[in-house]
C-alpha cells in the first residue's frame, strides 16, 4: 500500500485528489508560515526589551538614581 497500487481513475475521482493536494499545500504552508512568523517575533521582542533595558538604565546612569532600584 502508497506504492501505486491504488489510484485516481475516472473525473471526479482526479478531481477530488487535486482538492485534496491543493488542501494539504495550504494548510502545510499556513502551519509553517505561523511557525516561523512566532520564531520571528519572539526574536522581535527579545530586541526591543534589551533596548528598553537599555534606556532604562542611561536614564538611571544619567538622573543619578541609587544601584538598588533597579534590582
Known sequence: MGYGDFGAYNTMEI???C???F???AFYSFVA???ISIV???GATDELLEKKID????F???TALPDNILT
Open 55 to 58: 534606556a532604562l538604565e542611561d
Open 15 to 17: 478531481l477530488v485528489t
Open 23 to 25: 488542501l494539504g499545500v
Open 40 to 42: 520571528t517575533n519572539l
Open 60 to 62: 538611571a546612569e544619567e
Open 33 to 35: 508560515g505561523s511557525l
Open 19 to 21: 482538492l485534496w493536494m
